[in-house]
Nanobody, 120 residues
Framework: QVRLVESGGGLVQAGGSLRLSCAAS????????MGWFRQAPGKEREFVAR????????YYADSVKGRFFTSRDNGQNTVYLQMTSLKPEDTAVYYC?????????????WGQGTQVTVSS
């Protein structure tokens, strides 16, 4: 059974930082592209960041580029999202996801999410 478990969310003031973690089990972690998404109240879920299987190539939404950084530790089956210079508009539930090995853009597995709240 595949499980993705996020942690590290919380309440932070604008300009602050948080580091999210996503621990994976039940899958061969290094075979999967991992992603981060978020969903704010009343809004659709949106893409935040993506990290390739190895070599650590990363991609970011324009709204977080230069402020958020994702990394992974394949030995620990964990992906991270370092969030800096946080803004109130970053407030959302953050999810990690594992991309299908067969279909690019199809996210097969999702975590339960972790709440990030940025106060002004």
């Amino acid at each position: 059974q595949v499980r993705l478990v996020e942690s590290g969310g919380g309440l932070v003031q604008a300009g602050g930082s948080l580091r999210l973690s996503c621990a994976a089990s039940g899958l061969r972690f290094s075979d999967y592209v991992m992603g981060w998404f978020r969903q704010a109240p009343g809004k659709e879920r949106e893409f935040v960041a993506r990290i390739m299987r190895t070599a650590g190539r990363t991609y970011y939404a324009d709204s977080v580029k230069g402020r958020f950084f994702t990394s992974r530790d394949n030995g620990q089956n964990t992906v991270y999202l370092q969030m800096t210079s946080l803004k109130p508009e970053d407030t959302a539930v953050y999810y990690c996801a594992a991309e299908s090995a067969a279909v690019v853009g199809r996210w097969d597995y999702w975590g339960q999410g972790t709440q990030v709240t940025v106060s002004s």
